[in-house]
């Protein structure tokens, strides 16, 4: 079964430092992966996906992501964070529709990040 | 505007008391899902629907029922509430693998 683990709960980041959020998976062929946000009190947004090809994939709001297949890992970069980005991020690993689910998606159990000024 | 309308966003209820929870989108979107969220535990998916009258249990599916008579509604209901069933409730929908269009949410308090 798939799987996916965020090892840190919380994160506190300066605002203006850069940023990674890792996540890492478990799944037994190549795998569909997803970052969400949850800005607080609303419901979650896509920011990025990598399906193939290029391992690092631009997203929204200046996020970044890059498959490392030899480490199980889709960790998140942000080379500048900003007030506005504190929220709930979510890393999910998808088998597409054949795996069962109209999504297929598993969601790990999030990573809080604050913003310091 | 594109969207995922839940309503409502709030309910206090009671042990017991039947409730529904709406969901309705207009992307004309195909797979429609419902999510609930736990401190700690994440989105665990409850139900999915990969089409009208084409539902199926997602990972919790105990307590709850839906039903997809329409493509753009996707309610969830809740027969006899238990406070176990206290959460926050997404709905979502998706043309494409995993780009899931997600609703504001809805928090059940079940008293």
């Known amino acids: 079964a798939q799987s996916v683990t965020q090892p840190d709960i919380h994160i506190t980041v300066s605002e203006g430092a850069s940023l990674e959020l890792r996540c890492n998976y478990s799944y037994g062929a190549t795998p569909y992966l997803f970052w969400y946000v949850q800005s607080p009190g609303q419901g979650l947004q896509l920011l990025l996906k990598y399906f193939s090809g290029d391992t690092l994939v631009q997203g929204i709001k200046g996020f970044e992501a890059e498959f490392k297949r030899s480490q199980s890992s889709f960790n998140l970069r942000k080379p500048s964070v900003h007030w506005s980005d504190a929220a709930e991020y979510f890393c999910?690993?998808?088998?597409?529709?054949?795996?069962?689910?109209?999504?297929?998606?598993?969601f790990g159990k999030g990573t809080h990040l604050i913003i310091q000024p | 505007e594109a969207q995922v309308t839940q309503n409502p966003r709030y309910l206090i209820t009671v042990t017991g008391k039947k409730l529904t929870v709406t969901c309705s989108q207009n992307m004309n979107h195909e797979y429609m899902s419902w999510y609930r969220q736990d401190p700690g535990l994440g989105l665990r998916q409850i139900y999915y629907?990969?089409?009208?009258?084409?539902?199926d249990k997602g990972d919790v599916p105990e307590g709850y029922k839906v039903s997809r008579k329409e493509k753009r509604n996707f309610p969830l209901i809740l027969e006899s509430p238990s406070p176990n069933q206290t959460s926050l409730y997404f709905c979502?929908?998706?043309?494409?693998?995993?780009?899931?269009?997600f609703g504001e949410g809805s928090r059940l308090t079940v008293l």
């Open positions: 629907s990969m089409n009208v009258e084409v539902t």
């Open positions: 999910a690993v998808g088998a597409g529709y054949s795996g069962g689910g109209a999504d297929g998606l598993t």
């Open positions: 979502a929908s998706s043309i494409a693998v995993g780009e899931l269009f």
